[in-house]
């Protein structure tokens, strides 16, 4: 996802959101996505609404963060919930695994 950064997004905000999504899934297994060179902003985003169940910002923040840092970790818990929803985001050509945290 090589587009540049909306505005109103500084270095800062994803720094701080980043932490608190980090804090967020540190026990049990979790999605992580990586970046690619594919997909859109808006193709992310309706993925992480429709399979994870973020809301915009969330899932906005978590496309920004895919793009500036190279992954994100967006959904956490256990390993029988989040193999299928997994699944689901690599068949929409995104890339993402299921690991451990």
């Given at each position: 996802m090589n587009y540049p950064l909306s505005a109103?997004?500084?270095?800062?905000?994803?720094?701080?959101?980043?932490?608190?999504?980090d804090?967020?899934?540190s026990e049990?297994?979790?999605?992580?996505?990586?970046?690619?060179?594919?997909?859109?902003?808006?193709?992310?985003i309706?993925?992480?609404?429709?399979?994870?169940g973020h809301d915009a910002l969330q899932a906005e923040q978590c496309a920004i963060i895919?793009?500036?840092?190279?992954?994100?970790?967006v959904k956490n818990g256990d390993l029988d919930q989040l193999e299928?929803?997994?699944?689901?985001?690599t068949e929409r050509d995104l890339s993402a695994e299921v690991e451990p945290a």
């Amino acid at each position: 996802m090589n587009y540049p950064l909306s505005a109103g997004h500084d270095e800062d905000t994803l720094v701080e959101e980043e932490v608190a999504l980090d804090e967020a899934v540190s026990e049990g297994w979790h999605i992580v996505l990586y970046n690619d060179d594919e997909n859109t902003f808006d193709h992310v985003i309706e993925c992480l609404m429709a399979y994870c169940g973020h809301d915009a910002l969330q899932a906005e923040q978590c496309a920004i963060i895919v793009h500036t840092k190279g992954k994100c970790s967006v959904k956490n818990g256990d390993l029988d919930q989040l193999e299928p929803i997994c699944t689901a985001l690599t068949e929409r050509d995104l890339s993402a695994e299921v690991e451990p945290a």
